[in-house]
């Protein structure tokens, strides 16, 4: 009887994209596939250890199953990801229930370490983090018309609040020819938006070809028969040159959105942070690409509560996001970890505080894309269908302005069934805070 595996993958698009190889590489062998935990005899938890929340929802995934194969539901655990690999001995000691606990340089042979687990081993493998594959065939666990390109592993940046370099490692680029390969195979069967990922986006090619080749790879992708919309991510600001807004500018599969984490706006907190830019020159950035690629949406993620940020930092970056007006923001009370250089600093600020400021930004946020929303009234736009609401009767989805998983939807009715992946043109009636209210033009 073949036996049934479950993936639980936790944390960002970049994890996700883990996940579906290690799936791949199961199915292949043999295994069954099923989605959901409780349903398998061997559940694999491919975990996030980036903060403090993160890593709390991974153990609390873990201790659940964990109750779930005590009551012999489950029979096996394998757990996997940046929690385990941050960690190595000290979680295979944290969880006992674990059957296997690897590194994720040891994901590539995830056939062979549920081998060793369905053999009656308890096996504990940590490889070096650099074997961690870049390239690999995929089961795309996503809606079946989109799908993320990671095209670079690791970071290099060392930014002084964050342990993704001591995770991942160095950053590491995927060669161009194995990153257009990938995306082709994906409209082939089937995917019309990619989104492209790396933890800096903007530096892709940079350690294999001495430059960055984000656009050169841009275009590329472009030419690809079947994709329709083609999203950048995590496109950091000191890196954001002419040649790729050009690019986003002139090239009608681009989506015109740019993803950008600047993390503050305070020029002595972003030193601290080891990032770049002040106040001017970030506003002068937003504004060069608002000039450059009119009508774009600018998305960005700010940290609140860094060691030493002061209440007049504070005002200072609450006042930039009023003046920039950004599209879309996300905000983050910073994160004390171990490791990092920032966890060291002396003058840390209490999780209160940070939270509180995260929440005073992200209250301003809305009553800003309320606003924009607003002056949507009564456009018209191409949005892709995702699903059926049976609960508010109307098909929901997505257009160009909104990246999956991350921002809003807009909610239509329709006079004539959709399909999910199918593209429509909707005119806007309403808001929803975040979100949008429309209806399918008939033509």
Same mark, same amino acid.
């Given at each position: ?11 960002? *698009? ?5 996940s ?14 099923v ?17 403090? *929340? ?19 539901? +489950?029979?096996?655990i ?30 590539k ?13 308890r ?31 690791g ?20 060669p ?6 990938e ?18 986006? *903007?530096?892709?090619g940079?350690?294999?070809? /001495?430059? *960055? ?7 590329? +992708? ?6 329709r919309?083609?999203?950048t +991510? ?21 989506v015109?959105?740019?993803?950008i984490?600047? &993390? ?7 030193s601290?942070?080891?990032?770049? /830019? ?11 690409i ?7 949406i ?11 940020e ?43 505080t ?6 005073? !930004?992200?209250? &301003?946020?809305?009553?800003?894309s ?6 949507? !009234? /009564? ?16 098909w929901?989805?997505?257009t ?44």
């Amino acid at each position: 009887m073949p036996v049934k595996v479950g993936m639980v993958s936790l944390g960002c *698009s970049k994890n996700l994209v883990d996940s579906e190889r290690m799936l791949y590489k199961l199915k292949k062998h043999g295994y069954t596939l099923v989605t959901e935990p409780g349903l398998a005899d061997i559940a694999v938890v491919n975990t996030c250890g980036f903060i403090k *929340s993160a890593k709390e929802e991974a153990i609390e995934t873990i201790l659940e199953l964990g109750k779930l194969k005590a009551e012999g539901t +489950l029979k096996k655990i394998v757990l996997t990801g940046c929690l385990i690999e941050r960690y190595k001995e000290e979680a295979a000691e944290l969880f006992p229930e674990a059957d296997a606990v690897v590194g994720i340089g040891a994901n590539k042979d995830i056939v062979d370490v549920l081998d060793h687990v369905l053999a009656g081993e308890r096996y504990l493998l940590f490889p070096p983090k650099l074997d961690a594959e870049l390239t690999g065939e995929r089961i795309i666990s996503t809606l079946p018309f989109f799908s993320y390109l990671k095209v670079a592993e690791g970071c290099s940046n060392c930014c002084t609040y964050c342990a993704i370099p001591l995770i991942r490692g160095k950053f590491r680029s995927v060669p161009m020819e194995e990153v257009i390969a990938e995306a082709r195979e994906m409209a082939e069967n089937g995917v019309t938006e990619l989104v492209v990922i790396a933890q800096d986006t *903007s530096r892709y090619g940079e350690d294999l070809y /001495g430059k *960055s080749k984000l656009p050169e790879l841009l275009k590329e +992708l472009c030419k690809i028969d079947g994709l329709r919309w083609i999203r950048t +991510l995590y496109c950091y600001p000191e890196r954001i040159t002419d040649e790729l807004l050009d690019t986003i500018a002139s090239e009608e599969k681009l989506v015109k959105y740019l993803e950008i984490p600047i &993390q503050h706006c305070d020029k002595d907190i972003l030193s601290r942070m080891g990032r770049w /830019g002040s106040p001017e020159e970030l506003e002068a950035l937003f504004r060069h690409i608002r000039e450059k690629i009119p009508g774009v949406i600018l998305r960005t993620t700010l940290i609140t509560g860094f060691p030493g940020e002061t209440e007049e930092q504070f005002t200072e970056l609450a006042e930039f996001v009023q003046r920039v007006r950004f599209d879309r923001l996300g905000c983050f009370a910073y994160s004390q970890e171990e490791g990092t250089k920032a966890s060291e600093f002396p003058d840390q600020i209490d999780e209160e505080t940070a939270a509180r400021r995260a929440d005073i !930004i992200m209250e &301003q946020q809305m009553l800003i894309s309320a606003d924009n929303n607003q002056k949507l !009234i /009564g456009k018209e736009f191409d949005a892709v269908t995702e699903g059926f609401d049976r609960f508010g009767e109307c098909w929901f989805g997505r257009t160009a302005n909104d990246a999956p998983d991350i921002d809003g939807k807009v909610f239509f009715t329709s006079d004539k069934p959709l399909s999910v992946g199918e593209f429509t043109r909707i005119k806007i009636t309403d808001t929803l805070d975040y979100d949008l209210i429309g209806e399918v033009i008939t033509t």
